[in-house]
């Protein structure tokens, strides 16, 4: 296959042997090999000044057959495979090229600390462990980003929500958002970063942690049981039933005295669905307190609508929920 790559960049293999290395080439299994056949006669280029060469053989053919005749199926034949083994070999090149860069910056901590990301659309939830052994509950409409040297850099990106539960280390841990960030050492907590709401709050369940924002001076440091939320400018302390925002790593959606606004904002992620509320203002003082667990939306829908005084409509068209006052 060496001698056959050789006459390929040369441009004098036939038709017969060209098919067969293409052939070859795209086998995903054989890109090593490609990559040990590559490697000797790209570091030659690099090591010497290569002239260019000229195939005169090949050139003369081609030009013969230009000259004779141009119509000719033979000679059209002749020419398009020609163009095809020219523009291969520029192909070629370029993955030499990106091959070259891969094996001498393989081993440099930029490649080495590749980004990775869990998006989770709405309507699912997930969870997985981080390569320090840190667990992570992520939320519908949520994405968060790491670094492959999580491991000696625990620095996370989040934008919607999380519950973590950190392992104990020396190295901190911090989870960035673009309204806060929250940093810790070793405790399970949740986080939720709405940026489209201007929405930032932080729930401790377990041991304590220091939550910053760039415009707000002051730092907010949080035990088990606290929350804090970013109102206005400044933090808001309470302590919190810790279940109530936490849950949603269980299945369950618990609301104490929550508006009808903010009741649709976390079905329309929760179920992966658009609803409007009416202009009426009756709707903006209704509230709920229950939980939700495993029930459908058109279950959900009418446990909303017994208890309250709300009708409902869904346009198949626009696959919009409508809520009105009834």
């Known amino acids: 296959m060496n001698k056959l790559l050789t006459k390929y960049l040369q441009s004098v293999c036939t038709p017969v042997e060209f098919h067969k290395l293409m052939e070859w080439m795209v086998r995903p299994e054989n890109e090593p090999v490609i990559s040990s056949l590559m490697k000797p006669g790209w570091?030659?280029?690099m090591d010497e000044d290569v002239e260019d060469q000229a195939n005169p053989e090949l050139w003369n053919k081609i030009r013969k057959a230009v000259e004779e005749n141009e119509k000719s199926i033979t000679r059209r034949r002749l020419a398009i495979y020609t163009w095809l083994t020219r523009a291969a070999a520029v192909l070629i090149l370029g993955l030499i090229l990106s091959n070259l860069v891969f094996i001498r910056k393989a081993?440099?901590?930029e490649l080495q600390a590749q980004m990775q990301t869990m998006t989770v659309p709405n309507g699912a939830r997930t969870n997985f462990t981080l390569p320090d052994g840190s667990k992570v509950w992520l939320n519908s409409?949520?994405?968060?980003?790491?670094s492959s040297g999580f491991a000696t850099n625990r620095l996370l990106e989040l934008e919607g929500e999380a519950y973590f539960e950190v392992v104990k280390s020396g190295?901190?841990?911090f989870v960035n958002?673009?309204?806060g960030q929250v940093e810790v050492t070793g405790t399970a907590f949740n986080v939720k970063s709405l940026s489209g709401e201007q929405k930032f709050e932080t729930t401790v369940e377990e041991g304590s942690v220091n939550v910053f924002c760039n415009f707000v001076p002051k730092i907010a440091g949080l035990k088990s049981g606290q929350q804090a939320?970013?109102?206005d400018g400044h933090w808001e302390l309470s302590r919190v039933e810790t279940e109530i925002f936490t849950s949603w790593k269980d299945g369950k959606i618990i609301f104490r005295k929550d508006y009808l606004p903010d009741v649709a904002r976390r079905l329309e992620r929760w179920y992966h669905v658009s609803i409007e509320l009416d202009?009426?203002?009756r709707l903006q003082e209704i509230h709920y307190t229950g939980t939700l667990e495993m029930e459908s939306f058109s279950e959900v829908l009418e446990l909303l609508k017994v208890t309250a005084s709300i009708n409902y409509t869904y346009n198949d068209k626009t696959r919009v929920i409508k809520i009105t006052h009834r």
């Open 177 to 179: 958002t673009s309204l």
């Open 43 to 45: 570091e030659k280029c």
């Open 171 to 173: 190295i901190p841990f």
């Open 279 to 281: 202009d009426d203002p």
């Open 229 to 231: 939320r970013l109102v």
């Open 141 to 146: 409409g949520s994405t968060l980003t790491w």
């Open 107 to 109: 081993s440099t901590p």
